[in-house]
Nanobody
């Protein structure tokens, strides 16, 4: 049974940095494509970044050049390094994934972890 535990969120000033972690269990993590998603109040959940099992990465235009996704298969963990944070990055951040490729839409997933809150404010 899959379990995803996100951590590392917090309150940060604009221009600051945070590193999020997502520990996965119950899956063969090394063959999974993993993604970081976020949901701001009143908005739909959106994909922020994704990493395939072969370490190829993709990013939403809104975070390109500021966020970096990475993974450690030995620790079954995926990370999101967030730099130059902006108030519009404020959201609850979640991770999720599937074998080979992430699912086309966030609603395609049956399970989500608790997420981690990121608040960017002065």
């Amino acid at each position: 049974q899959v379990q995803l535990v996100e951590s590392g969120g917090g309150l940060v000033q604009p221009g600051g940095s945070l590193r999020l972690s997502c520990a996965a269990s119950g899956i063969r993590f090394s063959i999974y494509a993993m993604g970081w998603y976020r949901q701001a109040p009143g908005k739909q959940r959106e994909l922020v970044a994704a990493i395939l099992s072969g370490d190829r990465t993709t990013y939403a235009d809104s975070v390109k050049g500021r966020f970096t996704i990475s993974r450690d298969n030995a620790k079954n963990t995926v990370y999101l390094q967030m730099n130059s944070l902006k108030p519009e990055d404020t959201a609850v951040y979640y991770c999720n994934g599937d074998r080979v490729a992430i699912r086309p839409r966030p609603d395609d997933y049956d399970y989500w972890g608790q997420g981690t809150q990121v608040t960017v404010s002065s």
